[in-house]
């Protein structure tokens, strides 16, 4: 990943209401960021479990899982310079209430748990991540 990608879903809530449409619109025309892979599909209970397996100590953990297998995701993976920390800075902190006007998870979150979308944490996540939905084949530029 060199730090020039990162990897993204758009949350159950923020795609059943619409919202991903305006939210890939951002990324693209505001962000200035280039898809280089993107699909919609509903993670299994597994595949959430599997993906969220870092958080699995936590007390959110279950509740997380759930939501995250409870409708249809749109995956991506976001490539521009520095593309992981532009993105974590471009959606915002994860509490909708304290993000920054603008920002994605400001303007389509509704809550720390449904917070529209997700980014990766860092360069080394991104590549784990993008590899979890992706296979190689399926990432272009």
């Known amino acids: 990943m060199a730090g020039n990608r990162t990897f ?4 159950p809530t923020a795609v059943a ?9 951002k990324m693209v025309s505001e962000g200035g960021f280039k898809i280089v892979a993107m699909k919609m599909t509903q993670l299994t209970k597994e595949a959430a479990q599997q993906f969220y397996a870092v958080h699995a100590e936590r007390p959110f953990y279950g509740e997380l899982v759930d939501f995250m297998c409870s409708g249809p995701i749109v995956a991506a993976v976001l490539e521009k310079d520095n593309a992981m920390q532009s993105f974590r800075d471009f959606i915002g902190a994860t509490n909708p209430a304290e993000a920054a006007e603008g920002t994605i998870r ?10 529209a979308v997700h980014g ?22």
């Open 8 to 11: 993204t879903m758009i949350k």
């Open 17 to 25: 209401k619409g919202f991903a449409g305006p939210i890939l619109a």
């Open 106 to 115: 400001k303007m389509y979150g509704t809550s720390i748990g449904e917070n």
């Open 120 to 141: 990766s944490d860092s360069d080394e996540n991104a590549a784990i991540e993008s590899a979890f939905h992706f296979a190689g084949t399926d990432i272009f530029g």
